[in-house]
């Protein structure tokens, strides 16, 4: 079955974006949209290696994640819209989707600073000893920031149940790591910290899942956190729905990397029967956007709401 | 069915130190509630942050009372994260200076982690950061930064002054399901005064009078208080009775009480406890001067630290921090009275401690 909740899901993700770069020139998403597209099979594989109760926190680039993590595309493309009907009513966006119900903390704009954040929750599951995961996603460029070596450091002190995922594409907005690193490899220098390194190529959400699942059975022995890095290549520019190859990097980069595509590469995996039945998804995110082109906008008093809870006023 | 014995709540007073209130607040409500636990640099050791986390490590073990690495950015998103899955975390930084490691944590992520889950979830997070002046602490250990995490949306700041506050306030932080900064001035930790002994809450917003008055207001933050306290004692022989008002929390901040009481006094001194431009003195004077303009028969005025960095050396320091003095001066000024000699009068210092009671 997991192929084709697999397929079900990078098919999902890789269409949703599609629509949203269809639709994002007509200027009714005002949010900057940071595409995951090349990307699908990170977060598919993770996320369906995970658990339902486990958590997961993103980066601004999480479209992929939310999807994966909640399969659901309503709220999706309401938030998207900045709708009432959106997760957060259109306070968030694009870059701070949420979806606590569904395991999605949060996602966030600043590149390392949820990391900090995923090992707060893993510090408290375990202490509560609910046997959840948490998984935080963040990008290459994370790393950078001292929040990600502080991270994994307690992380790898405290033993916590977290999997720290990492997005590579390369760049750092754009970037590339060739600017950026110090050093030859990022597994290499996370493999001195006490926990497990793996490293993959992030295309095939097969292999993915396979190797978080390994991740999984290794830290329930050992219970040490894990570092799973991998590889993949943006297709999109950082952030927008373009591509612009020749300003920064060359069109035959891509076209190597395309041939390996994570959607295409799960399709020729699944029956045609079966592929014919899940790409009926395309229903689902059509009605899911004519609903949240339709949805009204919050009233302007959504806007003073929720800077603190407050007990009378719930 | 033997009639069940009503239960008598008694209070009982005894006197204790402002750092012994504190330390009970956390050793209370860690009893009270298991999902409280209290971490930071140098939490348990030998020190244990000026006495205030005394026997917690032995009460609650390691699990619920330890020390981290020093990684204040992380250990309070670590803080964050906790929150969010059900515990109760109180955060010490030693002294607010590190807490500025923390920044984008706190004006990033935490102030809004609420607002853009548009509600679906609470940050009940404690942060204790103790603030400003030992002797010779410098520019780097010695600040109070208050205004700036007021500043930002979604935080509550309070400042306790009196050991009653110190305990009071701290258990409506941890308490309180958003994130709150509990601000401890050193100089307070040794004053003593009647705290009960039982768990109470001081509600966050809500002002006290330290002092009543009819010419002059003087709205004091943290320590301010004591020297605002001083200087009411000297203005009284000269028959000047000051209202002194402590906000306690100045986020989310609630003028009223210091509106009515300016009303009344037409006149109104902010002595303020950190840096005066762009500062919390600012906004009381903004806020005096736009709801009791025509009652004001002098502008308002604002008491801080001057506009430079703390110096190290000890005469030099002196001209870095505002005093009871500076206080009496401006009172004079505001009333149209000459300087008196204050030759004569003791006023507080490193050595000389403020041991209370208010």
Sequence with gaps: ?314 | MPEKKKRIKIFFMRKISYKQAINEALIQEMERDPSVFVYGIGVPDVKRIFGTTENLVEKFGEERCFDTPISEDAMTGFGLGASLNGLRPVHIHERVDFMLLAMNQLANIISSWRYGSAGKMKVPLTIRAVIGRGWGQGFQHSKSMYSVFAHIPGLKVVLPTTAKDAKGLLVSAIRDDNPVIVMEHRWLYYQEEEVPENLFEIPIGLPNILREGKDLTIVAVSWMNVEALKAAEVLKKRGIEAEIIDPRTIAPFNDEMIIRSVEKTGRCIVADNDWIDCGFGSEVAARVSEKCFGKLKFPVKRIGFSHIHCPTARHLENEFYPNAEKIIRTAEEMLGLSPADLSEEEFYSYENKFKGPF
């Design chain 1, 1 to 314: 079955m997991t192929i084709l909740d697999l397929y079900k899901k990078v098919y999902l993700i890789r269409k949703a974006e599609e629509r949203i770069c269809q639709l994002y020139p007509e200027d009714k998403m005002k949010t900057p949209m940071h595409m995951s597209m090349g990307g699908e099979a990170i977060s598919a594989g993770v996320c369906q290696a995970l658990n339902k109760e486990d958590q997961v926190l993103g980066s601004c680039r999480s479209h992929a994640l939310y999807l994966s993590k909640t399969g659901e595309t309503d709220e999706f493309f309401a938030e998207m819209f900045g709708k009432a009907t959106g997760g957060s009513k259109g306070k968030a966006g694009s870059m701070h989707l949420n979806s606590p119900e569904n395991g999605l903390m949060s996602t966030l704009a600043i590149v390392s600073g949820g990391i900090s954040v995923a090992v707060g929750a893993a510090f408290a599951n375990k202490r509560i000893k609910n046997n959840k995961i948490t998984a935080i996603f963040f990008g290459d460029g994370a790393i950078e920031e001292g929040c990600f070596w502080e991270s994994i450091n307690i992380a790898c002190l405290m033993e916590l149940p977290i999997l720290f995922i990492c997005e590579d594409n390369g760049f750092a907005k754009n970037t590339p790591i060739s600017k950026r690193h110090g050093y030859e490899s990022i597994s290499e220098i996370a493999s001195k910290f006490r926990c497990n390194v793996f490293e993959e190529e992030g295309v095939d959400a097969e292999v993915v899942y396979n190797t978080t699942k390994k991740a999984l059975d290794i830290m329930k022995e050992n219970r040490m956190p894990c570092f799973l890095h991998f590889n993949y290549y943006r297709y999109l520019e950082h952030v927008g729905v373009n591509q612009y190859f020749d300003e920064y990097r060359p069109k035959e980069e891509f076209e190597e990397w395309r041939k390996k595509d994570p959607v295409e590469l799960l399709r020729k995996r699944v029956s045609e029967e079966d592929a014919v039945r899940i790409e009926k998804e395309d229903e689902q995110i059509e009605k899911s956007i004519s609903l949240a082109e339709s949805a009204p906008f919050a009233g302007k008093e959504e806007a003073h709401k929720d800077i603190f809870y407050e007990k009378d006023k719930l």
